[in-house]
């Protein structure tokens, strides 16, 4: 038995010995391609067109199409930081400038967050400028962001139930119940997360603007009702809220008769508020090289993305019109006045 051991164990080392080069290079290889460094590659993504990802009961012909343009999130491991180096429009960006703790999960968590915020907004955004009629019953309030002063055990995606036994209906009373406490109170809350209850800790602190803060931000998602049933399907690997200026665009089209299209290819991005406005969003430049790559007539950005948009429109010699808006009102005038 022994002998045989001996055997084994010769032929094992003798490999290695003989080999040790190959593993070698291919254990390093392993590292590179598997190891994530504290950084994210963003390039330029693609677009979506919209028609495929509105269901809606009554939904009248489009000729044209409502697209969303996105960007494309890479891991930071080696070959991709290292051709980010080389390639022009692949930018690095370290972990600790997007998020809390460096954790690439926890972008993308926290991105599904503003996603589910984005589709609620263009929702009711969308019917409040139809003909239809749309009801909100509740806001609902997610934590997306920690602050490095909390003292608080709160996590990414909680849902703030109770504060000390207290129920809220919106963000502005929560946060109105912060401030008639005193400055180093710990508050026990109740949350929800993933459909389960979990009971928390938080200190209340001064900010420096004098505000009593537990050190969280909210993204806001609704319960409602709406007059004619609709949804807005997306995939499990999508995250952020950019689209929701071409998502309310695309609803606002299916309840309209009138075609606001014009048989034109039109690509967009912009977060929306549930009141309609327009928001600055990151990463333009990516967005119009993708609505350019997809060649798109128009491309509609947020006023505040305009000049940077504008920029690589020159730079890149593109064809595509960039137009600005402010509001989803702004975006309906503009496409209902448009010549073909």
């Avoid at 806001?220 to 689209?243: A, R």
């Avoid at 990463?283 to 690589?312: I, Q, R, S, T």
Wanted: net charge negative; proline share 2%.
């Amino acid at each position: 038995m022994k002998s045989i051991f001996s055997k084994v164990y010769e032929k094992i080392k003798r490999f290695f010995k003989e080999n040790y080069i190959f593993l070698i290079v291919i254990s390093i290889l392993i590292f590179l391609f598997y190891y994530e460094f504290p950084f994210v590659i963003y390039k330029s993504g693609g677009t979506i067109n919209l028609e495929d990802r509105v269901v809606i009961e009554k939904e009248y012909e489009e000729k044209g199409t409502l697209s969303m343009s996105y960007v494309t999130a890479m891991k930071g491991i080696a070959p991709f930081i290292l051709l980010s180096f080389c390639i022009p429009d692949w930018d690095l960006m370290p972990l600790e400038d997007i998020t809390t703790n460096g954790d690439y999960d926890e972008v993308l968590e926290v991105g599904k967050e503003y996603l589910s915020e984005g589709i609620d907004n263009a929702i009711i955004a969308a019917f409040n400028a139809s003909d239809y009629s749309i009801t909100i019953n509740r806001e609902i309030e997610r934590v997306i962001y920690i602050s490095e002063d909390a003292k608080t055990n709160i996590k990414i995606g909680d849902e703030i139930v109770e504060i000390n036994d207290n129920k809220f209906n919106s963000l502005d009373e929560l946060k109105a119940y912060i401030n008639t406490l005193k400055e180093g109170t710990k508050i026990n809350l109740k949350v929800i997360n993933n459909g389960k209850n979990y009971e928390r800790e938080a200190t209340i602190y001064k900010d420096i603007d004098d505000s009593l803060k537990i050190g969280v931000a909210f993204s806001t998602t609704y319960e409602y009702e709406t007059e004619i049933p609709v949804s807005i399907k997306m995939k499990k690997n999508e995250s952020g809220s950019s689209g929701g200026l071409m998502m309310s665009l695309a609803i606002y089209n299916a309840l309209t008769e009138e075609d606001i299209t014009h048989g034109l290819n039109i690509v967009g991005t912009g977060s929306i508020l549930a009141s309609g406005e327009v928001e600055e969003i990151g990463g333009v430049k990516y967005k119009v090289l993708a609505a350019e790559k997809n060649h798109a007539d128009v491309f509609l950005c947020p006023e505040e993305n305009y000049e940077e948009a504008l920029k690589v429109k020159k730079k890149r010699n593109l064809k595509v019109d960039i137009v600005k808006v402010s509001s989803l009102s702004d975006a309906i005038t503009y496409l209902e006045n448009i010549k073909k």
